[in-house]
């Protein structure tokens, strides 16, 4: 059977889908590969791919990427794996790798390495932005408030960079005038950024 008979739709909301998916995509390797590959379509932000449940749930932004255009990569991505034989059944692991790949497949465990990550890229920026606040170490002492206040507007412009770093290189640059709302939100931010730093000099 045609591997895009397996895989069903369980649920459609906004920007989330859910598919129940067969037991060969839930091999580790595979199971990776696939959700590295889904990641790389632009629109879709977020890939969480449950091996023992065998579940595939995507979010994506609907201003980029619509459920028509998603499912359509999805259905080119897993037809060409199959064509290359990706998907061909491998020998069986062993007792210790199966329990070995079922901790490192546990929900809680993927969500532990997800927020690890993001905390640790959190922290280098947070660190970069301590480091020059110390240099301004007599308006720490003499205005706590203010420093904080400016501290934590420059960590909330960093996490809405990244966060939307994808969508600005592929989609809002390329099309700034389909994007437009999006630009004027943009540089309403950063005019309440520069004046907040300007009034506060």
């Excluded at 906004?14 to 629109?43: K, M, N, T, W, Y």
């Excluded at 990244?162 to 005038?177: D, N, R, S, V, Y």
Aim: charged share 25%; glycine share 2%; with cysteine.
């Amino acid at each position: 059977m045609s591997i895009q008979k397996e895989i069903i739709l369980r649920y459609k909301s906004s920007g989330h889908v859910r598919f129940q998916i067969p037991e060969r995509l839930c091999s580790p390797e595979i199971a990776i590969f696939v959700s590295d590959a889904i990641s790389q379509i632009d629109g879709v932000y977020q890939v969480n791919l449950y091996r023992n449940k065998k579940k595939l749930a995507i979010r994506f932004t609907n201003e980029t990427l619509s459920f028509k255009d998603l499912t359509q990569q999805l259905l080119t991505l897993f037809t060409d794996l199959e064509n290359k034989n990706f998907f061909v059944t491998k020998a069986k692991p062993t007792k210790t790798t199966r329990i070995k790949n079922i901790f490192s497949d546990w929900q809680g465990t993927r969500w532990a390495k997800g927020k690890y990550t993001e905390t640790k890229e959190t922290a280098q920026a947070i660190g970069v932005l301590a480091k020059l606040g110390l240099k301004k170490k007599p308006e720490i002492l003499t205005n706590p408030e203010k420093t904080l206040i400016n501290f934590f507007n420059d960590v909330l412009i960093l996490f809405l960079i990244k966060t939307h770093w994808k969508l600005i290189t592929k989609k809002w640059l390329l099309e700034p005038l389909k994007y437009r709302y999006q630009w004027l939100t943009v540089f309403y931010l950063m005019y309440l950024f520069i004046r907040s730093k300007n009034k506060h000099k």
